[in-house]
């Protein structure tokens, strides 16, 4: 690690890890660690003191942490785990958040990213994956909703 200053810090770390992303607070990190063939994301104290908490029992990579949630993706969908990093890091059970139409696995790097406050995300789509030719964009849908729903309909 290097601070703003220049200081380097070295750290000890698994070999097979990629991937390493600091919590919003900067007491955390989230990384991909490969064991046995299996991608799972770890999270550490960012100091180096204390242990590794592995957070994806099933399988998981591509952390990517927004205010107390930190998003992951596994078999081609991304996940999301409710956290809290003080006074300890703990993690809530990770849920679907939605199935992706795009290439998720391009280890070591991630190719998606969300907002700070967890509501957008960014992917990169693979040049295999179908290509949309248009987008529909609807404004003021909430007057579109409620004239739907006043039954008129037209």
């Known amino acids: 690690m290097l601070t703003v200053e220049g200081k380097r810090e070295e750290r000890s770390w698994q070999p097979a890890a990629y991937g390493a992303v600091f919590s919003p ?65 703990q993690a809530g059970a990770s849920k679907v958040l939605f199935e992706a139409p795009f290439e998720l696995d391009t280890a070591p790097l991630r190719n998606y990213d969300v907002t700070r406050d967890g509501k957008r995300f960014v992917f990169v789509r693979s040049a295999s994956a179908p290509h949309w030719g248009q987008i529909h964009l609807t404004l003021n849908w909430t007057e579109e909703l409620s004239r739907l729903a006043a039954g008129s309909g037209k």
């Open 25 to 89: 607070d900067g007491r955390w990190i989230a990384y991909t660690a490969t064991a046995g063939g299996i991608d799972q994301v770890v999270v550490r104290p960012a100091s180096g003191t204390g242990g590794a908490v592995q957070v994806t029992p099933d399988g998981g990579a591509a952390p990517a942490w927004a205010g107390h949630e930190l998003f992951f993706v596994r078999r081609g969908s991304l996940h999301v785990l409710d956290v809290s990093t003080e006074p300890a890091f």
